[in-house]
């Protein structure tokens, strides 16, 4: 791939967390019997008529809001297309006046990614593949579940601004964190909440002209984001350094064979045949509204990551974890009770990758600053978060519970001799090694010691001693 | 999906035209329907034409007939608890007058490739 320069464009569908579906009051839950979060309107009945769901436009704006976009008038439109998912043989989405127009979004890193459009439009129902292995192509008939027809969707339209797999799920990664910290989506990529489809192309590194995309459909992780782009972009240069062509189509991500498949072409594209949704009248959020849902947005990842980078003074890529893990709240709590930050992302990073459980800001700054004030070894502290992890409660009485003191230096030092009586070859290692020798010995050392105190010891204090008894000999 | 912004106007319809949107539509003309239909449409896009004469700058185009626009309901499901059994019956009936239902599914035909 050398000499090549990947170039990826995004569509992201999400499902709003809404309790009705965008048209009608029947309700949008996940799973459910089939058929049984049906309406005339969902099963598109002849008489049946739709009207919008307030919460779905609010939810719409605020991802636009969230996403720096122009949030502005639009209007619904008829995608026509035959096929069972949509019993009515068309979709209502938007088409040339969407809600969100233009917008960006900021990845961890710093750079920005623009954003096309984010609009409105109803979920299709579910189809399940009955024979043929379940393969579209061989199947032997369908069936189909009208639970999710209708749920209201955002499209969110990338603009092709990433260059890599890894820009690609650091992108969605981020979408999702701010989906799901606004309240927009629980973001759910294996229940299928949000679904990606990726367009691919590839060019020669510092051509300005686009290549020929290809679209990638059905990719449920962000695993598989990354692996159908590493594959398509591949399969794209090898067919141009053979001397053939791009053929623009739509191609299906296969997850067992590791491979994307023609799905159609150009030339077999769907003629959509778009007008204007005349069942709906158009939208047109006042500046009030508009205003008035900003003001009740909450911090946003991004400006969570700087709040925390600029308390703690550490790089906003380094606070993602934490963010990530919605514990920036806790950490920033206890760091203004004195507990050192390094210390503090530490424990959130290592120790807390199952949330905060029973354990306050309060106790974790008094443990982190036992911790850091030598009366508990960096083990012992570990075991006693944990504790308070799962049944909350005073560090101090924790660590007595447990019996956790700090060892007496005299005492450590008897065990050190002891051990350097029985390892005499590491020893002199140790003594006359350099300096990547002198850390392996005393890796070797210091866990010796932490198995016969059964992590008792400080391990500081046992490097001090090593370092203490080869400068004496 | 982004709208194609490279749709060509058409010069005036003809019957080629006709036959591809009534295959979209999945109706069946007969060659006489065509020929009618051609003549049809072709004056309704004339009318439309006549308009686009005027010197229409600064009027919004009209997508809706109607005055309205935010017609919006609150997100509120239609079913309550009480109401659970009549809506059971509503999706038993629906289900029941389907040609064919397998685990309370409709069951279509085979189809070929993928939704849009």
Redesign the interface.
């Known amino acids: 791939m050398d000499g090549w320069e990947v170039v990826i464009g995004l569509?992201v569908h999400a499902e709003l967390a809404?309790?009705?579906k965008l048209f009608?009051?029947?309700?949008n839950e996940f799973g459910g019997?089939?058929?049984?979060h049906?309406?005339p309107v969902s099963?598109g009945l002849p008489g049946s008529l739709p009207?919008?769901?307030?919460?779905?436009?609010e939810l719409a704006i605020r991802v636009g809001l969230a996403l720096n976009c122009v949030v502005q008038?639009s209007?619904f439109a008829r995608?026509?297309?035959?096929?069972?998912?949509?019993p009515k043989d068309f979709q209502i989405?938007q088409?040339?006046?969407p809600i969100n127009g233009e917008g960006w979004l900021e990845l961890p890193d710093g750079r920005s990614i623009g954003i096309?459009?984010a609009h409105l439009e109803e979920d299709?129902g579910k189809?399940?593949?009955v024979?043929g292995g379940g393969r579209?192509?061989e199947?032997?008939?369908?069936?189909?579940?009208?639970n999710r027809a209708g749920v209201p969707l955002i499209e969110i339209?990338g603009k092709p601004d990433l260059r890599s797999a890894e820009d690609a799920r650091a992108y969605v990664s981020e979408l999702r964190a701010i989906l799901v910290t606004i309240g927009a989506s629980d973001g759910k990529m294996e229940e299928g909440s949000m679904r990606v489809d990726c367009n691919v192309s590839v060019r020669p590194v510092g051509d300005e002209e686009l290549g020929t995309r290809c679209e990638v459909?059905?990719i449920n992780s962000l695993r598989s984001l990354g692996r159908a782009i590493a594959y398509e972009s591949r399969r794209q240069v090898d067919l141009i350094t053979s001397g053939q062509k791009i053929d623009q189509q739509?191609r299906?991500w296969n997850e067992e064979d590791g491979r994307t498949h023609t799905?159609?072409s150009k030339e077999e594209a769907?003629?959509?045949?778009?007008f204007?949704e005349?069942d709906?009248?158009?939208?047109?959020?006042s500046a009030e509204w508009i205003d008035e849902i900003r003001a009740a947005m909450p911090l946003l990842p991004g400006e969570r990551r700087r709040r925390l980078a600029d308390e703690s003074g550490i790089h906003p890529e380094a606070a993602a974890l934490t963010v990530e893990r919605g514990l920036d709240d806790l950490a920033l709590a206890a760091m203004d009770l004195g507990a050192e930050p390094a210390r503090v992302l530490v424990h959130v990073e290592n120790n807390l990758a199952d949330g905060q459980g029973g354990l306050t800001a309060e106790a974790f700054a008094s443990l982190v600053v036992m911790e850091t004030g030598g009366d508990l070894t960096a083990t012992q502290a570990k075991t006693v978060l944990a504790d308070l992890v799962d049944s909350g409660g005073d560090p101090v009485d924790v660590a007595a519970g447990h019996g956790f003191e700090a060892m007496e230096s005299s005492e450590l030092e008897g065990l050190v001799g002891g051990l350097i009586t029985d390892h005499p070859e590491d020893w002199e290692a140790f003594v006359g090694g350099d300096e990547g020798e002198r850390k392996k010995k005393s890796g070797f050392f210091v866990g010796q010691i932490m198995k016969a105190t059964r992590g008792q010891a400080d391990g500081r204090v046992v490097n001090e001693i090593l370092e203490r008894l080869a400068d004496g000999t | 999906m982004k709208p194609d912004s490279d749709v060509s106007v058409p010069g005036r319809i003809t019957r080629d035209d006709v036959a591809y949107v009534a295959r979209l539509a999945r109706l069946n003309l007969s060659d006489t329907e065509l020929e009618a239909f051609t003549g049809q449409l072709a004056d309704v896009l004339d009318h439309a034409a006549d308009l686009e004469a005027l010197d229409l700058d600064g009027v919004a185009p009209t997508s809706h007939p109607l005055p309205l626009s935010n017609v919006l309901r609150p997100d509120v499901p239609a079913v309550e608890s009480a109401d659970e059994v009549d809506h059971r019956l509503f999706c038993d009936e629906v289900l029941a007058a389907a040609p064919a239902v397998e685990e309370n599914r409709f069951r279509v035909p085979p189809v070929l490739g993928e939704a849009p």
């Open positions: 569509e809404t309790a009705t009608s009051g029947a309700r019997e089939p058929n049984t049906v309406d099963l009207v919008l769901n307030e919460k779905a436009v008038a209007e995608k026509n297309y035959f096929y069972p998912d949509m989405s088409f040339d006046q096309e459009r299709t189809s399940t593949h024979g579209i192509h199947a032997a008939y369908s069936l189909v579940d009208y339209v459909k059905n739509t299906h799905l159609r769907f003629d959509y045949r778009y204007p005349p709906l009248v158009p939208v047109a959020p």
